[in-house]
C-alpha cells in the first residue's frame, strides 16, 4: 500500500490531469481517512458491480482499475481505466441510482472505502472536497468530448498508437533492448473499446505491428518494440 496515501498525501495521476486525491488539502484527506477504509482486492476481482444498489465510493490508492459496462444486448463497453489518487463510484454514491458500470481490478489493488453518508458528511465540513469533485466530473467531461471528436476525425491506427503510448507511460516495464512492456492484462476486446472502434479493426492493425515489428502481442500482454514508430503514427505520421 502507498505509504503516501497512507500518510495522506499526493498521489500524481496519468499525464495532463491531476486524480481527485491530489486535488484535496491535508484536512480533507485526513476526514476521508477518518470516515472510509483501506481494502486490499486481488486482480480480477470486481469492486463494484454495475446495477448494484451499493452506495459507497473507492478512491484508489495504488493499482489499476477497468470500468465495463454491459448493454441489455450483452456489448461490453470498456469506459476507461483508472489508478491511484482516481475516486470511483461517485454517481450511485451521491444519488442513490444504481450502479452504471462493473469495476474490476486489472492489478492488485488497495483503496479507500467511504460510505455515502460519511463522504457527504466529509464534504459539508470540508467544501474543497466538492470542489474536487466537480473538477474531476468536468475534466472526465472534457476528456470523454475530445474523445468521441477524436473517433470522428482520426484514424483508428492513430488513436491505437496513442492509446498504447499513453499506457506505455503510466504502467509500462522497459526492458534492456528499449521495448517497453504494458503491465495490464488488457486483450484486444478492451483495446478496442477503450479507442472506440471495432475489435476487428484493431486486430487487423496490431497484425500489421507485429509483422513491422513494431510490437509483440500475446492473450493479454502487449510489447511496444519500437514506440518511436508508434509515436509518428499518432502524429499522423507514416510508420
Not at 490508492?61 to 461517485?90: F, H, M, N, W
Not at 488497495?110 to 470542489?131: C, E, K, N, Y
Amino acid at each position: 500500500m502507498s505509504a503516501d496515501f497512507l500518510n495522506g498525501g499526493p498521489l500524481g495521476g496519468g499525464p495532463g490531469r491531476a486524480p481527485f486525491w491530489d486535488l484535496l488539502d491535508a484536512p480533507a484527506r485526513s476526514a476521508l481517512r477518518t470516515v472510509g477504509r483501506v481494502t486490499a482486492y486481488p486482480a480480477r476481482e470486481h469492486l463494484m458491480h454495475q446495477d448494484d444498489l451499493t452506495d459507497h465510493l473507492l478512491v484508489v490508492g495504488d493499482g489499476c482499475v477497468k470500468v465495463t459496462s454491459v448493454s441489455a444486448a450483452g456489448y461490453q463497453a470498456v469506459l476507461a481505466l483508472r489508478g491511484p489518487g482516481d475516486l470511483i463510484g461517485e454517481q450511485a454514491g451521491l444519488d442513490d441510482g444504481p450502479r452504471s458500470a462493473t469495476v474490476t481490478a486489472l492489478t492488485p489493488v488497495h483503496a479507500l472505502v467511504i460510505p455515502a453518508g460519511g463522504f457527504r458528511a466529509a464534504a459539508r465540513d470540508h467544501p474543497v472536497i466538492t470542489g474536487a469533485v466537480h473538477r474531476m466530473l468536468s475534466s472526465r467531461l472534457r476528456d470523454a468530448d475530445r474523445h468521441r471528436t477524436a473517433a470522428g476525425a482520426d484514424p483508428l491506427a492513430s488513436r491505437l498508437a496513442g492509446l498504447l503510448l499513453d499506457l506505455a507511460a503510466a504502467h509500462g516495464r522497459r526492458r534492456a533492448s528499449g521495448a517497453v512492456e504494458i503491465a495490464l492484462p488488457l486483450s484486444q476486446d478492451d483495446f478496442a473499446g477503450l479507442v472506440l472502434g471495432s475489435r476487428r479493426t484493431v486486430s487487423r492493425v496490431l497484425e500489421q505491428w507485429r509483422a513491422d515489428g513494431w510490437v509483440t502481442t500475446g492473450r493479454t500482454r502487449l510489447t511496444l518494440d519500437n514506440p518511436d514508430a508508434l509515436k509518428r503514427i499518432r502524429e499522423g505520421g507514416p510508420g
